[in-house]
């Protein structure tokens, strides 16, 4: 089933195959076979086999239309390649999960490589979201300071109009000779 000496997967390319499904993050059956050297076939037949297991929250299967998406967004590359059957879609909770019911080394090993990537991937998002924050505080106080300056110079056409509109008034005080 699994030879020892298997590289790990690098963490990008578990990243690649996690996805964002009814708001929450999951991978793709077909996908979790891929990494953990499974066929699709018997993991899911591993996973019937202790549905208990597997509440909704940790497992669900596709619809119709969400497997048009995904393959539309070429994340499967046709109905074709998922066999004819609506593929388990799992969350990080059941990714965990699956390690304990499919009982082999490579899935105690990759599941602690997933595990790691969907830390880096709520990370990412989080900093992301960070940024967004901040950016948009930047906003903010360039948009008050763009009313600020507009103010400024509204106040300064009143006063040059002032000035332009006032006659000319004679001068008092000390004058000076000009011979």
Do not use: W
Not at 65 to 92: A, C, R, W, Y
Not at 160 to 177: A, S
């Amino acid at each position: 089933m699994v030879e020892d000496n298997k590289q790990l997967i690098p963490s990008e390319q578990i990243m690649n195959k996690i996805f964002l499904l009814r708001d929450e993050k999951v991978m793709l059956d077909v996908h979790l076979a891929e990494i953990y050297d499974f066929e699709t076939r018997a993991l899911k037949q591993a996973v019937r086999r202790n549905m208990e297991l597997f509440p909704d929250d940790f497992m669900f299967v596709l619809n119709d239309v969400e497997i048009d998406i995904m393959v539309s967004q070429n994340v499967t590359p046709s109905k074709q390649h998922l066999g004819g059957s609506k593929p388990f879609v799992f969350t990080e909770t059941g990714v965990a999960m699956l390690s304990s019911v499919l009982k082999s080394k490579r899935a105690r090993e990759m599941n602690v490589a997933i595990m790691c990537a969907f830390v880096a991937l709520r990370k990412m998002l989080l900093n992301h979201t960070e940024m967004k924050i901040e950016i948009e505080s930047i906003k903010k106080k360039l948009e008050n300071q763009d009313k600020n300056i507009e103010l400024v110079f509204t106040y300064l056409d009143k006063l040059m109009e002032k000035h332009e509109n006032r006659t000319q008034r004679k001068r008092i005080g000390f004058k000076k000779d000009n011979h």
